[in-house]
């Protein structure tokens, strides 16, 4: 079935185009088809064929007869042959351009590399003054090959205050833009630096861990930037924080359902009765994709922080965090480069497998506890796309295959949906497309890569 956009005087190539008259609708500048097209649109998951017009955005969804033919004649056209095209990967998290910016590497190439992942739009989660004036000289030269989306930070990872130079800006809710100023991050609690707030004490004499906040300072703080206008993501990472986080937002979301959309940011150790609080205050929550069972089964050790074996079930417990919270809305996030892979290939699989790829080649299975977690391939998908958007402000914009939503695509060698959950970690990123022009693609797919 078609889904598409009512052509009249939506496409500037519309009359310039020399189509006969008769067929206005031949105004597509790009038809990809021959694929399998997860669009995590709900009315119309699955599709064969998409259209896109030259303002780089998505005019019609459907099969191969039905959308071919609105190739104009000099639209690019793109055989799949099979493969498989999705909206590019959200990333709500991450610390891309930071992480360059402190190690004085050039950020211009930062894009390419989060596209040769499959992302598409991503958030940098810790920008201070000098970032957020690296990210403007980026954007405002065009250099910005990824939607990126700043969230400007009040405190740092030691919990140290930056001061209110947030308040000098208002977030920005532009549709299509590059760059947006997405809220106000608050570190609650400790993990890049120091250690996460928990109420039972680490393995390896790291104690309980470091809390900055009691509820009444997070609670002022919180309700300031959300006066200021700002959304605020809260960086609680131990079971401590996660309750002193939930008790603030909970202060000030109110009965409000969460309109500036406030974010838990990791939520990693969660009580059980911790659990349906998330819903309960309609907070916005980023979890981790790829599980740690390599370390936490002894394989290596690349954390610093051991949770003793009985409190592992409060340890990224997905599978009854979302049971407990139909509420809340989840969202992926890579927190690159917190893990040895930020692809969201690797996050898919062990969000629903729980295993990890050793450096080696070998498989670290999950104990049942770890499983006991995992998650499906439909509910991460929908995390990495439609779910991130929204933790972003931009599902309006990206994350499904529709009429009027931007051109940004991920080509996959292989159909997530159908293949075995232990073959999840073989797909691979074919192209990466953002605005209907290929942004990156993978050697050996040229094919599937016009020059646009
Ligand atoms: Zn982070």
């Keep these: 079935m078609l889904v598409a956009l009512a052509l009249a005087g939506c496409s500037p190539s519309q009359g310039t185009t020399g189509d006969a008259p008769g067929t206005p609708s031949a105004t597509a500048d790009l038809v990809i088809f021959d694929g399998v097209v997860l669009t995590m649109d709900p009315a119309h998951p699955r599709a064969e064929a998409v259209a896109v017009a030259g303002d780089d955005r998505i005019i019609a969804v459907g099969s191969r007869e039905e959308v071919l033919p609105l190739a104009s004649r000099t639209a690019s056209v793109i055989d799949l042959g099979g493969a498989t095209l999705m909206p590019g990967f959200v990333d709500a998290h991450s610390h891309f351009f930071g992480r360059a910016n402190a190690a004085g590497t050039d950020t211009a190439g930062v894009s390419e590399f989060i596209l040769s992942l499959g992302i598409t739009t991503t958030a940098e989660l810790f920008v ?101 206008g700002h959304q605020v993501a809260v960086h609680a990472l131990g079971d401590r924080a996660v309750e002193t986080t939930l008790d603030a937002l909970g202060q000030v979301i109110g009965s409000s ?65 979302l049971e407990a919270s139909p509420g809340a809305h989840f969202a992926w996030h890579a927190d690159f480069p917190l893990f040895s892979s930020s692809s969201p290939i690797d996050a898919l699989y062990g969000f629903v497998t729980r295993a990890q790829v050793a450096l080696d080649g070998s498989v670290c299975a999950p104990s049942a506890t770890m499983a006991a977690g995992a998650i499906s391939v439909g509910e991460a998908l929908s995390l990495m796309t ?63 890569c016009p020059q646009t």
């Design 128 to 228: 201070d003054e000098a970032l957020f004036a690296e990210l403007q000289r980026l954007n405002s030269s065009r250099r910005l090959g990824v939607r990126l989306s700043a969230y400007l930070a009040a405190n740092n990872a030691c919990g140290e205050s930056l001061g209110d130079w947030w308040s000098a800006y208002s977030p920005t809710r532009q549709p299509g833009e590059m760059l947006r100023i997405g809220g106000v991050k608050v570190y609650a609690d400790g993990g890049a630096c120091n250690t996460p707030a928990a109420s039972y004490e680490y393995l390896g004499g790291h104690g309980h861990g470091d809390l900055y906040f009691s509820v009444a300072e997070l609670a002022g703080l919180v309700g300031r930037i959300d006066a200021a």
């Design 257 to 321: 359902g969460n309109p500036k959309r406030h974010r838990m940011e990791h939520s990693a150790a969660t009580r059980p009765d911790l659990r349906a609080r998330h819903g309960q205050i309609g907070a916005v929550v980023t979890l981790f994709g790829p599980y740690q069972t390599c370390f936490l089964t002894g394989k290596t050790g690349t954390f610093t922080f051991r949770t003793p074996a009985e409190y592992l079930e409060w340890e990224w417990p997905w599978r009854s965090l």
């Design 386 to 448: 439609t779910g991130a958007a929204y933790a972003l402000f931009r599902e309006t914009e990206v994350s499904r295959i529709a009429p009027g939503m931007l051109a940004d695509f991920v080509v996959l060698s292989g159909d997530p949906t159908a293949v075995e959950p232990s073959r999840l970690v073989d797909l691979q990123v074919w192209m990466t497309m953002v605005g209907g022009h290929v942004a990156w693609c993978r050697g050996g797919h040229e094919a599937i």
